[in-house]
């Protein structure tokens, strides 16, 4: 298990999401509520972060 590498990928993934959201302004993500994007990505985080890494 690698936790370093696990936040690293967590945070590309939130970083991304942010800069499509609020600088590249693309839909749908651009005017969703964060309650929703909340219940879509925070799975994926979750599992991002207690993954094994290889």
């Not at 936040?7 to 749908?28: D, N």
Request: no cysteine; glycine share 4%; net charge positive.
């Amino acid at each position: 298990r690698n936790p370093a590498r696990a936040a690293i990928t967590a945070a590309s993934q939130v970083f991304g999401l942010a800069m499509m959201r609020h600088a590249a302004h693309m839909e749908p993500l651009a005017s969703e509520p964060a309650e929703s994007l909340i219940a879509r990505y925070g799975p994926i985080l979750t599992r991002l972060l207690r993954e094994d890494s290889p």
